[in-house]
């Protein structure tokens, strides 16, 4: 059966744009009510990228909602089940979609290369709400350990604010370009790591800044993002029992590396199973889920567009 090039979701509040041969990435997010693209949209001189354990994330899209697994960082042969690409096999896989897509409801699935694992999601509107279903099977008779993350790259302009949820104090930094809030390792202060830095305020697009962050296990998986010249935020929900971790990148032409251009101007949020880059990490830190032969797990995540015109004050989670 032909697979569409594009799919599009769409209600009275939202328009969700999914390519399916891109991964499967959500390629736009925008509210119909004030016309904003929530998301960072791919440089369009671009060559495909051919799915293999060497292919580089910087080679593709960098743009949208993207899936990461069974890494996130890539993964050497001392890694339990061989080696994993950078950002894992599915970012680089074309996408089947599976029964009958509407404008509310769509399915997609695909199977890996580095693990024998089918990863599908069901993706569905509800008013002013994109909800995401996920699913991650072990078609092989040995058990499989993988790691996950979301990888929304959100669009983003100086000044806008990133929220996290009341009870993050402390975040430990896995990558500062150039040390700026330290070495990797390093637990710093949220929001305010040394004085005059804000990581809550979204820095220039000129600003050379690149930083993986991550929270300690969460007791509610909610963050969002506020848009000030719409007056619009973007609340991110999860169930942090299925997803305990965040990790928080904030790159303002810091990546991928400063004078190579095009620049990433982008937040992303970015739930996850565990607070490192690297399956191998996780593996070796006990955190990687393990499916057994034939099982799967499964989890969600929930993306709320709030109505625009609304105060900083007034966006709360």
């Known amino acids: 059966m032909s697979q569409p090039e594009t799919c599009l979701l ?90 009958t897509p509407d404008r509310a409801h769509l399915r997609l699935q695909a199977t890996g290369f580095s693990r024998p694992l089918r990863f599908s999601k069901e993706l569905s509107l509800e008013g002013s709400t994109l909800h995401i279903r996920y699913r991650v099977e072990n ?10 993350a979301c990888h929304p790259l959100f669009a983003v302009s100086e000044g806008d604010r990133v929220v ?43 600003a050379a800044i690149a930083e993986m962050l991550y929270t300690d296990r969460l007791q509610r998986g909610r963050c969002g993002l ?27 032409g810091g990546w991928p590396e400063p004078g190579v251009e095009p620049l990433q101007y982008a937040v992303a949020l970015e739930p996850t199973f565990a607070p490192l880059n690297t399956l191998l990490g996780a593996q070796r830190a006990n955190l990687s889920p393990v499916l057994a032969a034939g099982e799967s797990q499964e989890w969600s995540i929930a993306f709320q567009i709030t109505a625009p015109g609304i105060q900083l004050a007034d966006f709360s989670l």
Request: with cysteine.
């Open 10 to 99: 769409q209600n009275a509040e939202l328009a969700v744009t999914v390519l399916p041969a891109e991964g499967g990435r959500i390629a736009s997010l925008v509210s119909r009510r004030s016309g904003l693209e929530f998301l960072t949209q791919a440089r369009v001189d671009r060559t495909p990228v051919a799915p293999s354990l060497k292919a580089a994330f910087r080679d593709g899209p960098c743009a949208g909602i993207e899936e990461c697994l069974p890494t996130i960082g890539p993964c050497g042969e001392e890694t339990e089940g061989g080696a994993a690409p950078d950002h894992g096999d599915f970012w680089q896989l074309g996408w089947d979609v599976t029964g």
């Open 164 to 206: 996290l949820p009341e009870e993050i104090r402390e975040l430990e930094l896995y990558y500062s370009l150039g040390d700026r809030l330290g070495a990797p390792g390093t637990a710093i202060s949220w929001p305010q790591p040394v004085e005059g830095i804000d990581l809550r305020i979204v820095g220039a697009r000129n």
């Open 226 to 252: 506020y848009r000030a010249a719409a007056g619009q935020g973007l609340i991110l929900s999860f169930d942090a029992a299925q997803l305990p971790y965040l990790g928080l990148w904030l790159c303002y």
């Open 139 to 148: 078609l092989s008779s040995l058990p499989v350990s993988f790691l996950y």
